[in-house]
C-alpha cells in the first residue's frame, strides 16, 4: 500500500512542476511579478497558499491541540492580519507600483543605505519563516519514507528549490493556485469524514462544541487539569493579546505576502485580492480548532488509560521517525496523559491514522501537507532572490547589470538560501508555529511601522525610519534569545510576541529621531500624499 503513497504525493507534486514548468519566466517582470498579470480572484487564491503555510496546514491545529483555548490568539491573530493589511498597506503599495518591500523603503525615504537595511531585514524574517516550512517538509518526508527527519529535510529541499527556480513569480502564482487546491481539500477531507461519521453531517466546524463537551468529560474522569477549555492556562492573558497583535501586525508586513499584491494589474484588483485571500484563508481557518479537538479526544479515548505494550500501530510509525512515544514514569504499565510525548506538529497529519482512517486519505493529507509547505518556502525563497538579485545587486552594485543576469543570480540565490534553511531546520530550533512566530515578531517590530508611517505620516525621514527598523529588529531578537534561553520574561510575555517590544522601540526612536532631523524632501511629501490615495490621478 505504501507504493500508493509515493503515487499520490510524487504525482501531485510532479503536477505542480508541470504548472511551474508550462509558466516559467524569462523576464524580470515575470520572474518579480508575474508581469502584473494576475487577476483578483486568483491570485487572492495564490496568495492563500502563500500564507497557509506548514504552520497553518500542519502546526496551527497542533498548537490549539497542545494550548486549548490559548492556542485561538494564533487563528485571530492571522486573520485579523488580512484586515490591516487590505487596509493600511496593500492597496498603496501597489500603486507605487516597484517590485519588492525594499524598493518602497529605498524610494520614499531617498536612501539606498534604507534599502539595504531593508532588504538585510527581508532576508532574516523570510530565512526564519522558510525554516519552519522545511521542517513540516522534513515530517512529512520522514513519515512517507520511514527515514530520519533530517534525510527528509533533503529530500523536500530538492523539490522547494527546483519549483522556485523553474519560473519565479509567474509559475510560482498558478503552482499555488494548484497547490491552494489540494491543500484546502487534504485538510478538510478527514476531519469532514469524521463528523460525518459521529454526527451524520460533515461540517466539523459547526459541530466540534459538541466533542469539547466529551474531551472535558474524559479529562475529568482521567484527573487531567487545566481543561482543554479553560482560558489562560497556557498563556497570561498579556501573552495572549500580544501574540494576537504581533501575529496581525506581522500579517500585514510580511515581505512575501506583500511581494504578491505587486502582481495584480491595479489597486482595486489588489483590494479584492486581500479580500479573497481572507476567504479562502478561513475555510482552514475555522476548521483547525475542530482538528485539534477531534485528534485530542480520539488520544483521550483510545491511548490514555490503556497499557504500555498496546500502542496503536500509528502510534509506533511515528515513534520510528522519533515524534511520538511513552514514558512510563510510575512504572504502572498504563498511559497516563501525561506520559504521553507527541510532537505537536504531528496532530493533522496523524489524525486520519488516529481516527482509522483509509491510509489513502493519510497519504492525501500528507500530500496536502507538502503543497502547504512549497507554497510558502517557494514564495520566501522569491522574496530573498529578489532582495539579493534586485535590491542589492542590481540597485546598488551594478545598475547596468543585463536583466539575463540578475534573474540567473536570483536563481542561485534560491538554491543557497535553501540548502542553508534545510541545515538550519534539521537542528530542530522550535516547533513550527514558534519559528513562524518569530518571523511575524521580526516583521511587526521593523517593517510594520516603517511601512505604514512612510504611507501615512509624511514627516517621518530617512534617519528616523532606518534607526527605527535597526532598533526594532535588535530589540526583538535579543528578547527572543533571552526569553527562550535565559527564561527572561516583562509581564509574562513570551518569545512568541516578543515584537510587540521591537515595535515600541521602533515607534519611540522613529519618532525622536525623525523630529530631531530635517524633514523629508517636498518630492517624497507629494509622493506619500500621491500613494496615500489609491484611486486618485491613475492607477499604476
Known amino acids: 500500500m505504501e507504493w500508493l503513497g509515493y503515487v499520490i504525493v510524487f504525482g501531485i507534486v510532479i503536477v505542480f512542476m508541470t504548472i511551474a514548468v508550462y509558466n516559467r519566466a524569462t523576464e524580470a517582470a515575470e520572474f518579480y511579478v508575474a508581469g502584473r498579470r494576475i487577476p483578483a480572484f486568483w491570485n487572492g487564491m495564490a496568495v492563500a497558499a502563500d500564507w497557509m503555510s506548514a504552520a497553518s496546514f500542519i502546526s496551527m491545529a497542533g498548537a490549539l491541540y497542545a494550548l486549548g483555548y490559548d492556542g485561538l490568539a494564533y487563528i485571530m491573530g492571522w486573520t485579523g492580519g488580512y484586515v490591516l493589511l487590505a487596509l493600511l498597506i496593500a492597496p498603496y503599495l501597489r500603486k507605487f507600483g516597484k517590485f519588492t518591500v525594499p524598493d518602497f523603503i529605498a524610494e520614499r525615504y531617498e536612501s539606498n543605505f534604507a534599502r539595504l537595511v531593508a532588504l538585510i531585514i527581508a532576508i532574516i524574517i523570510s530565512f526564519t519563516y522558510m525554516v519552519g516550512q522545511v521542517a513540516g517538509v522534513g515530517i512529512i518526508m520522514g513519515r512517507l519514507f520511514g527515514v530520519p527527519f533530517e534525510i527528509g529535510i533533503a529530500i523536500g529541499m530538492v523539490v522547494i528549490i527546483a519549483t522556485t527556480i523553474i519560473g519565479g513569480m509567474k509559475s510560482i502564482t498558478w503552482t499555488q493556485v494548484a497547490q491552494y ?61 500580544a501574540l494576537m497583535f ?110 482509522g482512517l483509509s491510509l489513502l486519505i493519510g497519504y492525501f493529507v500528507m500530500a496536502g501537507g507538502l503543497a502547504a509547505a512549497l507554497s510558502t518556502a517557494d514564495g520566501l525563497l522569491l522574496v530573498i532572490a529578489a532582495a539579493i538579485s534586485n535590491d542589492l545587486y542590481a540597485k546598488m552594485i551594478n545598475p547596468q547589470a543585463p536583466e539575463k543576469k540578475v534573474v540567473m543570480l536570483g536563481k542561485a540565490a534560491v538554491a543557497v538560501a535553501g540548502i542553508i534553511g534545510g541545515f538550519v531546520a534539521a537542528m530542530k530550533i522550535g516547533f513550527i508555529v514558534q519559528i513562524v512566530a518569530w518571523a511575524f515578531s521580526l516583521a511587526t517590530a521593523s517593517f510594520f511601522p516603517a511601512l505604514v508611517l512612510g504611507i501615512f505620516w509624511k514627516r517621518l525621514n530617512r534617519q528616523g525610519a532606518i534607526a527605527g527598523m535597526i532598533v526594532g529588529l535588535l530589540v526583538t531578537i535579543i528578547y527572543i534569545y533571552l526569553n527562550k534561553t535565559q527564561g527572561f520574561s516583562i509581564a509574562g510575555i513570551q518569545h512568541t510576541a516578543s515584537g510587540v517590544f521591537g515595535l515600541i522601540a521602533n515607534l519611540i526612536v522613529s519618532y525622536i ?7 523629508p524632501s517636498e518630492r517624497v511629501q507629494k509622493l506619500v500624499e500621491d500613494i496615500r490615495y489609491p484611486k486618485k490621478i491613475h492607477e499604476v
Do not use: C
Open 181 to 241: 487546491i489540494v491543500l484546502i481539500t487534504a485538510y478538510l477531507l478527514p476531519v469532514s469524514l469524521l463528523a460525518m461519521q459521529w454526527f451524520g453531517i460533515p461540517l466539523p466546524q459547526f459541530l466540534y462544541g459538541n466533542v469539547l463537551q466529551w474531551i472535558t468529560d474524559l479529562e475529568t474522569q482521567h484527573g487531567i487539569t487545566p481543561h482543554y477549555i479553560e482560558p489562560y492556562a497556557k498563556f497570561t492573558m498579556t501573552q495572549f493579546l
Open 246 to 355: 504581533v501575529l496581525m501586525a506581522g500579517t500585514a508586513a510580511l515581505p512575501h505576502v506583500l511581494m504578491r499584491f505587486f502582481t495584480t494589474p491595479s489597486v482595486r484588483e489588489a483590494r479584492w485580492s486581500a479580500g479573497w485571500a481572507l476567504f479562502f484563508i478561513a475555510i482552514l481557518y475555522l476548521t483547525a480548532p475542530a482538528y485539534a479537538a477531534f485528534s485530542r479526544y480520539v488520544i483521550l479515548k483510545d491511548v490514555v488509560g490503556k497499557p504500555v505494550d498496546q500502542l496503536p500501530a500509528w502510534a509506533q510509525k511515528w515513534a520510528e521517525v522519533g515524534l511520538f512515544n511513552v514514558i512510563d514514569k510510575n512504572g504502572d504499565g498504563i498511559i497516563q496523559w501525561a506520559e504521553l510525548n507527541i510532537h505537536r506538529d504531528i496532530i493533522v497529519l496523524a489524525t486520519p491514522e488516529i481516527a
Open 513 to 519: 529621531v525623525t523630529i530631531m532631523t530635517p524633514p
